[in-house]
């Protein structure tokens, strides 16, 4: 298999097959497109990344594991790492807050999360089975990178969020290893984040298209200043027929190339997707959760109806308060107020509807597992239809 990349690549050789692991994860001869490069129309103001390292000290790093093995198998997976605050992600925990719309899936230390209102390190996305080795790597990065606590110890229950990939990536074989968490933990950096097949989103599909992670932000003007609202998401739902774009809708004309349909002849929903909200305004833990609920406003703007086997699970974090430690004696906070939240709420609807098209968007033609196949959304088709809709910038 050849690959042509200008990223980082590290070669792994395990028991003869050779994994090429690297990121960020774009091919130099396939400039990235988003969205709004095609004239989808959205509404709100983007960040200069579009991204959510928009807000600022939030850190991304992605590892992406490809590799073609015998007997048909494939591996196809990755981990996400997001850095609420960068390199001070290992000392200083931020207020959060998480939201479950439909629970056939996984997000680890939610218990204490909801509990304390900390959230105490990085978030990592990864693939359904790779939760357990994730989540131990996290601890162990985070023991060696951090100061233990005033006990002495170091005690962590980390957030650990997965989607399926199945379908492209030989799941059961447990590829995903330490080193690939480490790598995107040290990796993690501001600027623009890797979209599409890479990172956790690697071997993920949306709509039954190729999909995978994807990004947005938004500006808010606001009484005491502007603020940055940024959303990360790891896409792996929803059925063709419901696919709607900036309010087309896109699933109901493109019917050709479904994933998984080769198997099912009428696919449910049993999918899954992660959405990460991160801000730089003064909220507390309650305000947090109510921001992530707000998240599902945007995916089902994009068509999605929550369905039974789908795991919809959503944290939300804030940067302000660097003293909004765990112990220690009383100290100052600062706050927006309930009456203020309203430009928050529909920047987060915003930047989740853009990021689950920039996922879609940049999702590259995938062969995986078994030959097993997912086809990437046409974007010249996805532009006549938009076209005919009179939805299109361009």
């Not at 305004?281 to 994009?302: F, I, M």
């Amino acid at each position: 298999m050849r690959m042509i990349l200008n990223a980082k690549i590290v070669m792994l050789l395990v028991t003869g097959y050779c994994f090429n692991t690297f990121f960020p994860t774009a091919l130099a001869d396939d400039k990235p497109v988003r969205a709004r490069g095609l004239g989808i129309p959205f509404d709100g103001t983007p960040g200069h990344f579009n991204a959510i390292t928009d807000v600022p000290g939030v850190t991304v790093g992605e590892t992406t594991i490809i590799a073609d093995l015998p007997d048909g198998k494939a591996v196809r997976t990755g981990v996400t790492a997001i850095l609420p605050r960068g390199t001070e992600t290992h000392d200083k925990p931020v207020f959060g807050g998480y939201f479950s719309l439909n629970g056939n899936g996984e997000m680890t230390g939610t218990a204490w999360l909801e509990e304390s209102g900390m959230l105490e390190g990085p978030i990592l996305i990864t693939n359904t089975h790779s939760v357990g080795t994730v989540r131990d790597a996290s601890i162990a990065w985070r023991v060696a990178a951090g100061a233990a606590d005033a006990s002495g110890y170091w005690w962590s229950l980390p957030v650990v969020a997965e989607t399926w990939d199945g379908w492209l990536n030989d799941i059961n074989g447990f590829h995903v290893k330490a080193e690939h968490v480490t790598e995107a933990l040290n990796g993690a950096a501001s600027g623009p984040v890797g979209e599409g097949n890479v990172g956790g989103g690697t071997g993920m599909i949306c709509h039954q298209f190729k999909c995978g992670t994807g990004t947005s932000s938004r500006i808010i003007e606001m009484n005491d200043g502007p603020y940055s609202v940024g959303v990360l998401v790891q896409a792996n739902y929803g059925t063709r027929d419901t696919l709607r774009v900036a309010g087309v809708p896109v699933g109901k004309h493109l019917q050709e190339d479904k994933a998984y349909s080769e198997n099912n002849t009428r696919f449910t929903e049993t999918g899954s997707i992660i959405i990460v909200v991160a801000t730089n305004a003064p909220l507390l833990p309650h305000q947090l959760k109510r921001l992530s609920r707000r998240a599902a406003l945007g995916l089902a703007r994009n068509g999605s109806y929550a369905g039974n086997g789908s795991g919809d699970i959503f944290v939300a974090f804030s940067t302000a308060n660097q003293n909004a430690l765990q112990s220690g004696p009383k100290t100052a906070i600062t706050m927006i107020t309930n009456d203020e939240m309203d430009p928050l709420f529909l920047a987060v609807v915003e930047a989740t509807e853009e990021a689950i098209i920039n996922a879609l968007v940049a999702g590259r033609d995938m062969t995986g597992n078994m030959g097993h196949t997912a086809k990437a959304i046409s974007h010249k088709a996805l532009q006549d239809i938009m076209r005919q809709y009179n939805r299109l910038n361009k």
